[in-house]
Structure formats: C-alpha cells, structure tokens
C-alpha cells in the first residue's frame, strides 16, 4: 500500500490557473503573487462587464469576482507569518516586509481604544506624571457616568449601553498600569473619587465589569506594587512612601465597605466560567492582601460577612482546582492567633468540614503538589483550631482522634499531618479526653512505630516535603502530653510505661539518642549566639533586649527538642525502678547524669509563661506545667 498516495492532495482542474505556493516563499515572492492577484481581479472584472450578455450575467461573474478576490486575499493571509494584518502594507525602501505584528482582531481592539482616547491614555502611561494620571482618572469618570447614564436612560435596550460598557471595560483595563507608581497615583485615586466608583462597580449588572474592577483592586493592593518600576537604592529610599501610599488607598477602600461588597459578589461569580474563576481568584487575592497589611482585620471580615461558609463550602467540593487551593489558604490565614474567628470556625460545623475533606487522603495522595499544599492548608487549619479547648471538643464529637489514628496506620503523604494534629490535639489539661481516645484507638503501637522508625524509608518517601525531625518532634509532643495528662495508676497509664520497658529499654535508649543529637544542635546555636554576643559588646550595643531573641534562637537550634526529651525522662524514671537504673547507667557511660537533665529542666521552669500557666490550668485541680516541672526537679535531686 502506497501511504503516500492516500493522503496526497487531489491536483487541482488543468483549467485553473492559481499557482502553487512553494514550501519556503521568499517575501519578493509574496509580493509579486498579491500585484499578480490584483491584476488578474482587474482582468476579471473587465471581461465580467463588457462580455456579459444580461443582467442576470452581470450578477453572476460579479458575484465570482467577488468571491475570487476575497479567497485570493484570504491565501495571502495564510502565507503572512502569524495572521499579521499589515504583513503586505507594510514594507522599506528595499522592498522587504516586517508588518506589525498585529492579527486583524488584534488591530479591531486597538482600533476601539483609539476611538475611545487611547492615543491620550498611551501617552499619559508612558510619561506617568501628575498630569497623565490625573487626565486618566478624568476619562474613567467620564467613561463610567457615560455608562450610567446609557444604562439608566435605556435599561431595556443593551444595544443603546453596549458600546459604552465596551468603553468601561477598556477604561478599567487602563488603570492597571497605575499600580506601578503608587506614590504618585494612589493619592489621586483618593482625592478624585475614584476608590468611591471602582467600589460602586463592584454592583454592576455586567459580571465581566465586576471582574474587571476585583483585577484593578487587586493589582492596586498587591504588596509588591511599584517594585519593579524602581531602582534598588530608590526602593530602599521610598519604601516607607510606598507603604504608606498602599495603607492609605485601603484604608480607603475599607471605608467603604469593600469586605462586604467582595463576599457578596462572591456568590454571583460562575466558576463553570473560565473569567469568572478568574474573578473568585482575584477576590480572594484581595482578602490576602489586604490582610497582609492589617492583619487584625481577620476578625472583622469573618464577624461582619459571610466568608467563612463561603470558604468551608469550596474546600469541600471533591474536585480539586487553584481557587479551592486558595481558600484553603485564606482560611488558614484567617484563623492564625485569633480566638473568637476559631470559635466562629467551631460554631459552622468546621471541624466537621475538615474531617471530611481531609478523609479523602486517607487512601490515597493527592493527584498534584498544588493538591498536596491544599491538604497541608487544611491539616493546619485544624492545628490552629485546636489551641481551643471549644474546639478540641469538636474534634474529639467528630472522632476526629479516630481517624488521625488510622492516618497514621495506612502511611500515606498524610501520616505526617495527622503526628501534627494529634500533638495539638492532646496537648494540655483539655487534651486529657483525646489522650484517652488515642489510648483505646490503640495509636500507642503505631505512635512508637513511627519514634523507633519504622518504616522509615517508606515514610521518607511519602513526605519528602518535611524534614524527618519534625515528625520526631511532633511524636514527642504526643509522648510528652500522655505522661501529663493520663491518670496514674488507669490501664492507659500503664500501657504507655510499658511501650518504654519492652524490647530491652530501647525508647529510652533511643530518648537518649535524640537528646544527644538535641545537644550537639544547641551547642552550635550557643556558638552563634557568643560570636554576635562579642560582636555586640565590641560596638558598645545593649545586650539586655536581645535575651528574648537569643532564647526563641535557642528554641529553633534545639533546645526546644531538649526540653521535651529530657521532660519524658524525667516522668519515666520517676514513674518505674527498671527504667531509672538503666538510664542511669546510659548516661554514666558518656559522663554525664541526672543533673543534666535537672538543668534542663530548670530553664524550661523559668521560662514557662503565667498566662499560659493559668490558663493550662482546668477546673479540677490538674497540676500547672510550672508545678509538674518543679516536681520532677525535685525528684531527680534527690536521686
């Protein structure tokens, strides 16, 4: 069979007279075939009228001249290279053609923006000065009042408004540049009114206005507005104007009404329509950022709208896409460090929503890594929730200590995540029932698994994405809230002693080796510490206010980790005979002993905070973290 032959192109009739195109046309070719095609429509339409015998004739060979012209021009588009309009109009002085680059469609749309002052708004970009930013903001008034008017005068006629809505849209469009100069623009965005109609758009009947009008906000909010119209010592020399420029303009905005507006508008976007995602993204970019520069509005925009249902119903829906990625986020911003929007979260059912959403990794990882993020957004959305006893109520009514359990069995990129939030979950006296749950959920034997490394290759595949102490770090914390908050002398209790009395001892053993590596992390973070110590003592600099910094360095550097190992130490050597004497001997081995981990401890007795001490504190009498570390201290003095 002859390939070549079934799917050769049919030749054309021996009459007809078009030339073939070779596969590589020179431009002069190009230009003698078009004078070529012109002089034969020429000849066409001469033979057309004196050789026609009648009216009915006439029309007929004028109809095919027509017809031949528009196919010969529309060949010789094809041949221009991207469909440029101007490819043939265009050429120099030896006859050789550039074009503009332009398609006929894309000529069409400057062509509109010519007709409605775009030669003006071109310019008055390119200089950005008072005056061309002032000019610009004038032709937005003009163009949104033309529109208002047109729109009220004939409400039932879109083809009376319909030019000027193609106007505002390219009006809007001409604003974004003004984000660049935000010194210079964003005080006559005030003074002119303009925040005032840009926020009264956000009403209009036309959803592509809207999302015109969320796209200029947004750009205009952006954190990084300006930066990359500015020279590295101008950026450092007009941050603080540029700061305050955008803290103005949202200020602005706030005052009126702009959360409000946004939420409401949320519910008008179609996300089946790809502007209309663009839109929902754009809004949500706005909360991010404005957040960003007034954090304590989180409050606010969840007390006084309805953001927070709009955000746990999107992160539910099965199919996952960037705008669910990104209320995740927003959700997990708004609930960072602020007790009544988490207390809001519990009351619309949030844990619930989580639960359910994160139930879906408990097979299988997510498809993507913008999928594995969303996940890791609503794993830490829990994690915050959690630091209210309100909602470690919730969490544990869902059965939410169930299901990070079996998380944790079936080894998936979520087992990690759900180390996490049972930490945060079980610490505490109002962690005391999830410690519980854990214990009968029969987590203790996959909790110690995961201490002794189990597994570890496969876990290191799976969660690449975090550093293995932090799962160590995690697993202790876990540990650490078991011993504080599981009653003395319960099976529960008893159970967890005996996890570090199997096999030989080897949990202590494995404490000891943790500690160690703890130890020599925080030697080099002292080191660091003492070199800046001298640094600043050589420039004669206040010492006094850096002790805070220096201890939260401390922390990070391992003594964090420390605190944590040698507090599990100290409650399994005060709590059984066997372990304390085998500890013992372990530590005698490398020269040290019981006052090592004393001094330890005491650093983290003085630096534990009242408030949180007080608060810790539950109605039953539980023992403070203060008053349990002094008890340990004092116990192991004595030994």
Request: proline share 3%; net charge negative; charged share 30%.
């Amino acid at each position: 069979m002859d390939i070549d032959q079934l799917f050769k192109v049919p030749k054309l009739p021996a009459s007809s007279n078009k030339r073939r195109m070779p596969d590589n046309p020179t431009p002069e070719m190009l230009k003698r075939m078009k004078m070529d095609n012109a002089s034969d429509v020429v000849q066409d339409v001469q033979v057309s009228t004196t050789n026609g015998s009648s009216a009915r004739d006439k029309g007929k060979h004028r109809a095919t001249v027509e017809d031949d012209d528009e196919d010969e021009r529309d060949e010789a588009m094809d041949f221009a290279p991207g469909g440029d309009a101007d490819y043939f109009a265009e050429e120099d002085g030896e006859g050789r053609f550039f074009g503009g680059g332009l398609t006929n469609e894309q000529k069409d749309i400057l062509n509109i923006f010519d007709q409605a002052g775009g030669d003006g708004v071109r310019e008055d970009l390119e200089e950005m000065t008072i005056t061309g930013v002032r000019r610009l903001l004038t032709r937005f008034e003009r163009t949104v009042n033309k529109n208002q008017d047109q729109r009220s005068k004939y409400p039932d006629d879109p083809t009376k408004f319909i030019d000027s809505e193609a106007d505002l849209d390219l009006a809007l469009k001409a604003l974004l540049p003004l984000a660049q100069s935000p010194v210079l623009a964003y005080p006559e965005i005030i003074r002119t009114g303009t925040v005032e109609r840009l926020i009264g758009l956000l009403s209009h009947e036309n959803m592509d206005i809207v999302i015109d009008v969320v796209e200029v906000i947004n750009e205009f909010t952006d954190e990084d507005v300006g930066n990359e119209a500015e020279g590295e010592e101008e950026e450092e020399d007009e941050e603080g104007s540029r700061e305050d420029a955008l803290k103005q303009l949202i200020e602005s905005f706030l005052a009126n009404s702009i959360l409000e507006l946004l939420v409401d508008n949320l519910s008008r976007f179609n996300e089946a329509e790809e502007s209309d995602r663009q839109g929902v993204f754009h809004v949500l970019g706005i909360f991010e950022n404005i957040l960003g520069v007034k954090s304590e509005l989180s409050a606010q925009l969840v007390s006084k709208t309805k953001i927070l249902p709009w955000l746990l119903s999107r992160i539910e829906t099965p199919k996952h896409d960037e705008n669910r990625g990104y209320a995740a986020e927003i959700l997990s911003i708004l609930l960072q460090s602020n007790r009544p929007n988490r207390l809001e979260f519990g009351n619309k059912d949030g844990v619930e929503t989580c639960l359910k959403t994160l139930s879906r990794y408990r097979k299988k990882d997510p498809a993507t890594a913008e999928e594995g993020e969303f996940m890791e957004n609503v794993f830490d959305v829990l994690c915050s929730a959690l630091a209210e006893p309100e909602i470690k109520k919730s969490f544990l009514d869902s059965e939410g200590v169930d299901l990070m359990v079996l998380m944790m069995k079936d080894k998936m990129q979520a087992r990690s995540r759900a180390i996490k939030v049972l930490d945060h979950a079980m610490s505490g006296p109002a962690g005391t029932t999830a410690c519980e749950t854990f214990v009968e959920a029969l987590g203790l034997k996959t909790l110690f698994s995961s201490f002794m490394g189990g597994n570890a290759g496969k876990k290191q595949k799976v969660t690449g994405s975090h550093a293995a102490s932090e799962d160590t770090a995690h697993t202790l914390g876990i540990v650490s809230s078991l011993l504080s908050n599981l009653a003395s002398e319960t099976p529960a209790r008893t159970r967890l002693l005996a996890k570090f009395v199997e096999n030989s001892y080897e949990k202590p053993e494995k404490l000891l080796e943790i500690r160690d590596a703890a130890h020599a992390r925080l030697r080099a973070t002292e080191k660091d510490i003492e070199s800046e110590k001298q640094r600043m003592e050589a420039e004669g600099e206040d010492l006094e206010d850096m002790q805070d910094i220096w201890y939260l360095q401390r922390l990070d550097g391992g003594l964090f980790t420390l605190q944590t190992v040698d507090y599990i130490l100290a409650w399994i050597v005060m709590e059984d005979d066997g372990i304390r004497t085998h500890v013992q001997k372990l530590l005698d081995r490398k020269n040290q002993s019981f006052k090592d981990i004393v001094k330890t401890l005491q650093i983290y007795h003085d630096n534990v905070d009242d408030d949180d001490t007080d608060a810790n504190a539950n109605a039953d009498g539980a023992p403070s973290q203060r008053e349990i570390l002094h008890n340990l201290i004092a116990f192991l003095d004595a030994c």
